[in-house]
């Protein structure tokens, strides 16, 4: 019973949480970016008025809110913060497709890059935040974890850049998913070598 919890436990680490819930952004261009998040996640407003929007595409409430905050100026891509926020697929087909209709729409990737643990395809959002959309690479957590510790993992732990229709053609030619989401050795790379975008100085 509730009367009878121990809210004086010490334990070793605080109690996590069950999940991450939803992510909230400020905006001062509210409409364009309402409408972009509406359209990149095939999502719908669970509550909206004009100035906050509360945006879901699954079965929590919202995942994404957007308000229009007085006095909000443009991002500044060279600032500490949030870096993006990233939405998972559950395999590389479903992101691929996405990625098609989302290029239909007239949004465009800014990275494609197979991390090795993940193949993510990165967008900017009107605002300039960044997007990651991804598939894992491994069934499990602990194999996820097991390339993260390995020595190919910490020399390059940002991955080998990729072009979405050469995958899809891979796949339309019988190639596996396993395969093709198997993460080439392009040996060691730093920060240096990402796209200007990413770096936030383009």
């Keep these: 019973m509730a009367k009878d919890f121990d809210f004086d436990q ?9 999940r991450l819930a939803h992510v909230v952004l400020r905006t001062n261009n509210f409409k364009t970016m309402v409408d972009f998040y509406k359209t990149f996640l095939g999502g719908q407003a669970s509550y909206e ?3 906050l929007s509360f945006i879901t595409y699954d079965e929590e409430h919202h995942r994404i809110a957007i308000g229009m ?8 891509q060279r600032t500490c913060g949030l870096e993006h926020i990233a ?18 729409l007239g949004i465009v990737p800014s990275w494609s890059v197979n ?9 900017h959002d009107p605002d300039g935040n960044m997007i990651e959309t991804q598939v894992d690479a ?13 020595k190919a993992f910490q020399e390059n ?15 339309k030619a019988g190639e596996s ?26």
């Design 49 to 51: 008025n004009e100035f």
């Design 115 to 123: 991390h090795g643990v993940t193949t993510s395809i990165y967008y």
């Design 157 to 171: 732990p940002f991955g080998a850049d990729f072009d979405p229709e050469d995958y899809i053609r891979r796949i």
């Design 177 to 202: 998913e396993e395969s093709v989401l198997k993460r080439p050795d392009v040996g060691p790379r730093g920060p240096e070598s990402l796209p200007a975008r990413v770096l936030g100085v383009a």
């Design 10 to 18: 010490k334990g070793t680490k605080v109690v996590s949480p069950i």
């Design 69 to 76: 905050i007085p006095g909000t100026g443009p991002k500044n």
């Design 87 to 104: 939405f998972t697929f559950p395999s590389l087909n479903e992101l691929l497709l996405a990625y098609r209709q989302r290029k239909a």
């Design 138 to 150: 491994f069934e499990t957590p602990e194999e996820s974890t097991a390339f993260m510790m390995s």
